[in-house]
């Protein structure tokens, strides 16, 4: 046993690229493809067990629940072009269903913004981009240290040498590999990430409610989703309810237990109102998740930070709005800032 264990930490391989990016969602997966368009060798580096990031899904035989990113804008030329080519390859679709704004008295119901979502999945479109790149799942980067060679980089399973990295991580993340001391270290220190407690359910009947889901201000829900009435997800009465960053913030360690109690009262509390006089459907608690780094507060910062004297840059959406496409238009400017 002692022998075996000896030979795992010595024989861990050490591979080589022209550049490493870590971690394969919008941002990691745009900046990989951009690279390898542009003629690199490229390895994307990634912790969980598939792509997508914050994008994500959350799919069982009895229902699906998009329990991060719930949809996408597209308004830059370059993220529209982007869009069109998921489009024509059936990746994402529109999402034209009534969205509603509750603020605690009056709902106001409109279909007015132009918004998809990726189909069958939010992270459909990054499923696609990662299967033509190398992409290594499982894979958490543990360490990273400049030398006069490059970039070495050590993960959970492997060590990988490369003239060339990006750091496609939520800002606190991104800031935990990086050198104390260095700019980039200061820079991911400077920007601050909101937490969100999200709360999958089903319910047993139809709701029948006139919109397909609704910014809540009031109370501590920030967003109530009917995940059903987005395209190509067909099975279930699916909801997924999301916290304030007020709340989930203030209760960020409570038990998961706790979370679901508090955010199924407060979706009863909201509903009461929305369909009053009714006998709610029984509603089941599917799944509670806390994303950590849900996303960024406003702060001044490039798109994406570059610095090519030292092969390093980094990307993600805290760089710009804190949506996707903003870490999209970071993955991309990385690429093209660090290989260009
Ligand atoms: C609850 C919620 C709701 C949202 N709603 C919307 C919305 O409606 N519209 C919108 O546009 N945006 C929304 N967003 C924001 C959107 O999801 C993000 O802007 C976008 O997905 C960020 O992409 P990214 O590549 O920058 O980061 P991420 O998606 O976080 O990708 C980072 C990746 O790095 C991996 N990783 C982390 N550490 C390591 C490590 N040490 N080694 C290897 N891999 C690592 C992670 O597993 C992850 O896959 C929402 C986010 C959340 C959480």
Same mark, same amino acid.
């Given at each position: 046993m002692q022998l075996l264990f000896v030979e795992s930490v010595f024989l861990k391989s050490i591979n080589e690229c022209d550049l490493v990016v870590v971690g394969a969602g919008m941002a990691g997966l745009a900046a990989a493809a951009q690279a390898s368009a542009m003629g690199k060798r490229v390895c994307v580096l990634e912790k969980s067990g598939g792509p997508g990031g914050r994008m994500a899904t959350r799919a069982k035989e009895d229902g699906c629940w998009d329990h991060g990113a719930q949809y996408f804008t597209a308004r830059s030329t370059e993220f529209r072009a982007q869009v069109q080519? !998921? =489009?024509d390859a059936? =990746?994402? #679709? $529109? !999402? *034209?269903? $009534?969205i509603a704004v509750w603020d605690g008295e009056q709902l106001s119901v409109s279909r007015s913004r132009e918004r998809y979502v990726g189909v069958p999945q939010m992270k459909s479109p990054l499923e696609n981009r990662a299967a033509g790149l190398d992409v290594f799942y499982h894979t958490q980067v543990t360490q990273v240290q400049q030398s006069e060679s490059g970039w070495a980089i050590e993960t959970n399973q492997s060590q990988w040498r490369a003239p060339n990295l990006i750091l496609a991580l939520p800002a606190p993340q991104s800031q935990a590999l990086l050198p104390a001391g260095s700019a980039a270290h200061a820079l991911a220190a400077s920007a601050i990430m909101e937490p969100c407690w999200a709360l999958l359910l089903d319910v047993e009947r139809p709701l029948n409610l006139p919109f397909a889901a609704a910014f809540v201000n009031d109370g501590f829900l920030s967003w109530i989703a009917h995940n059903n009435r987005k395209p190509e997800r067909d099975t279930g009465e699916c909801y997924v309810l999301h916290a304030t960053a007020e709340w989930? *913030? #203030?209760?960020?360690?409570a038990a998961p237990e706790f979370v679901q109690t508090m955010l199924l009262e407060e979706f009863m509390r909201v509903l009461a109102h929305w369909l009053p006089c009714q006998q709610l459907p029984p509603v089941h608690v599917r799944y509670v998740h806390r994303w950590r780094f849900a996303r960024a507060t406003e702060h001044d910062a490039p798109a994406a930070a570059v610095l090519p004297e030292q092969g390093l840059a980094l990307a993600g959406d805290w760089l710009t709005d804190a949506r996707i496409e903003g870490a999209y238009c970071s993955g991309v400017a990385a690429a093209v800032g660090l290989c260009g």
């Open positions: 080519q !998921w =489009l059936g =990746l994402v #679709a $529109p !999402w *034209r269903e $009534p989930s *913030r #203030a209760h960020l360690e």
